[in-house]
């Protein structure tokens, strides 16, 4: 069942930096996140509510500064909304369970099976290792 709280629910649950990146859509600066050279075997799950978005197995380098994936977890896991904000044409990847934002989705990864980049926000995720 998909995760439903207030703003006020979602400030008590999340640190600072959490609420900014995942409910109002911020981004971390690059090269700053936790996870962006997390090279453990394990899922990576919703920093909001614990979904298993991505999975070890499709993380690459690209070196654009944030944790980067070449496909989701499951084809139910992301969620993509169509994004014109910042004067730029972009595709939001946001949690299917929650809403929370995670980050963009680009198809110039042209040395990864699927061509895509998922561009995620460390802020947004947490790390289960296997």
Same mark, same amino acid.
């Given at each position: 069942?998909?995760?439903?709280?207030?703003?006020?629910?979602?400030?008590?649950?999340?640190?600072?930096?959490?609420?900014?990146?995942?409910?109002?859509?911020?981004?971390?600066?690059?090269?700053?996140?936790?996870?962006?050279?997390?090279?453990?075997?394990?899922?990576?799950?919703?920093?909001?509510?614990?979904?298993?978005? *991505?999975?070890?197995?499709?993380?690459?380098?690209?070196?654009?500064?944030?944790?980067? *994936?070449?496909?989701?977890?499951?084809?139910?896991?992301?969620?993509?909304?169509?994004?014109?904000?910042?004067?730029?044409?972009?595709?939001?990847?946001?949690?299917?369970?929650?809403?929370?934002?995670?980050?963009?989705? *680009?198809?110039?990864?042209?040395?990864?099976?699927?061509?895509?980049?998922?561009?995620?926000?460390?802020?947004?995720?947490? *790390?289960?290792?296997?």
């Amino acid at each position: 069942m998909p995760v439903q709280l207030t703003e006020d629910e979602w400030k008590a649950k999340l640190t600072p930096e959490q609420y900014r990146v995942l409910r109002e859509k911020g981004t971390e600066a690059p090269g700053t996140g936790a996870l962006l050279n997390n090279h453990d075997t394990g899922d990576y799950t919703c920093g909001a509510c614990g979904a298993v978005v *991505f999975t070890s197995e499709t993380k690459f380098e690209s070196g654009s500064g944030w944790p980067s *994936f070449y496909n989701v977890a499951n084809t139910e896991a992301v969620k993509l909304i169509d994004d014109s904000t910042h004067g730029m044409q972009r595709i939001e990847a946001t949690c299917a369970n929650c809403g929370s934002h995670l980050g963009h989705v *680009f198809n110039d990864a042209f040395d990864q099976p699927t061509g895509m980049r998922f561009c995620i926000n460390s802020a947004s995720l947490d *790390f289960s290792k296997k």
